[in-house]
């Protein structure tokens, strides 16, 4: 058998990725009024622009059920799961607590991806990719690990609200964001959301995107994510620039942000993730 590789639905693999690599999913939450659907399980339809919708993390219980079911699949080799950070959402933790619980406890490894969306879905297939060559359990976890620490995560969106709202990101750093002339450059530093730089237009704000992201791909080959939310022209424009720009590029994966992320990203929200060296 080989190790197993679980993820949560805010990574946003795509699902050709998860089917080749076997990569078991737990669903997160969105909260629409009282009602609770699974990202990725149940149809979701959310106004993005309403403040009543939220989401939650998976619960302890969830997460064991997923673990106990891959741990089985892995005839005993291990389990390796790479989550959402835990600066950005609870399922990190709840994963801990569902450890704590197992039999298996031992050969089951967390990984806190330190970013969200595709930052936690390029490191779950650096694993993964990893777990298909029979490698043990520490080998897989170690791919991980490091894809995650060399990420680069940068996001550009139209409000903050929504994120300061939901706690993601601070009262201070929401304020550049409340001038609808001021487009807000994110970033992940340390698992955490923070303001990069305010830019006074879209075009600008999108030249500023691909900049960070050539810069932090380096000279020796990368893997490269763009994400956004009812943006796919612009996402595309700009995974092309990053075709022509970023040297010896491993591979490109284009995708929307799921519910989940979407909720307080916004509409109109773009993402560039990197990953020096790649996910091989």
Not at 58 to 78: I, M
Not at 109 to 124: E, F, H, K, N, Q
Not at 172 to 201: D, M
Not at 211 to 218: K, N, S, T
Request: glycine share 10%; proline share 4%.
């Amino acid at each position: 058998m080989a190790v197993v590789v679980v993820t949560d639905s805010s990574a946003s693999l795509p699902a050709e990725h998860l089917d080749e690599l076997d990569i078991a999913v737990v669903p997160l939450h969105v909260l629409v009024g009282d009602r609770a659907m699974r990202e990725g399980v149940d149809p979701v339809e959310i106004d993005y622009a309403s403040d009543t919708v939220t989401t939650s993390a998976a619960s302890p219980g969830e997460l064991r059920e997923v673990y106990e079911r891959a741990w089985e699949r892995s005839g005993g080799d291990g389990v390796v799961a790479v989550h959402i950070s835990r600066q950005l959402s609870g399922t990190w933790e709840a994963g801990r607590q569902a450890v704590r619980d197992m039999d298996a406890a031992h050969r089951v490894r967390l990984v806190d991806s330190l970013g969200a969306g595709l930052a936690t879905g390029l490191p779950a297939l650096a694993a993964a990719r990893r777990a298909k060559t029979g490698a043990p359990l520490d080998v897989v976890y170690d791919a991980a690990v490091a894809a995650a620490a060399r990420a680069r995560t940068f996001i550009l969106v139209n409000r903050t609200e929504q994120l300061r709202r939901g706690g993601r990101l601070s009262s201070a750093a929401s304020f550049f964001g409340s001038e609808l002339v001021t487009k807000p450059l994110l970033h992940i530093v340390e698992g955490r959301l923070e303001l990069r730089e305010k830019v006074r237009t879209r075009s600008k704000a999108y030249a500023k995107l691909v900049a960070a992201a050539v810069d932090a791909a380096g000279e020796d080959g990368a893997a490269v994510a763009v994400q956004h939310l009812g943006a796919e022209d612009a996402a595309q424009t700009i995974a092309g620039q990053l075709r022509e720009l970023v040297p010896g590029l491993e591979e490109l994966v284009v995708a929307e942000f799921g519910p989940a992320l979407a909720v307080h990203l916004g509409l109109g929200a773009l993402g560039v993730l990197v990953v020096p060296g790649g996910c091989h």
